[in-house]
């Protein structure tokens, strides 16, 4: 369980997610005993991450194409 909880903490520390629910987190990870549950906001959070990885990258890819020669070295 605690190696769930160590990984969901790496993965609220990423940039698609915003400080305070980072902060609200941990008293939701410290207390839930419930390793089933724990899992499923795991799966959740991280395709939360995906999801705003993708966005960016299209969004980086959308602005190259705005801009002649941008993303060519």
Request: glycine share 2%; aromatic share 6%; charged share 25%.
């Amino acid at each position: 369980m605690e190696a769930v909880r160590e990984e969901l903490r790496c993965l609220l520390a990423h940039p698609a997610i915003a400080a305070e629910r980072r902060r609200n987190a941990e008293l939701f990870l410290t207390q839930c005993l419930d390793v089933a549950k724990l899992l499923r906001w795991q799966q959740s959070v991280l395709q939360e991450c995906a999801t705003w990885e993708d966005e960016m990258l299209a969004a980086e890819q959308a602005q190259n194409k705005k801009v002649p020669g941008a993303g060519w070295s």
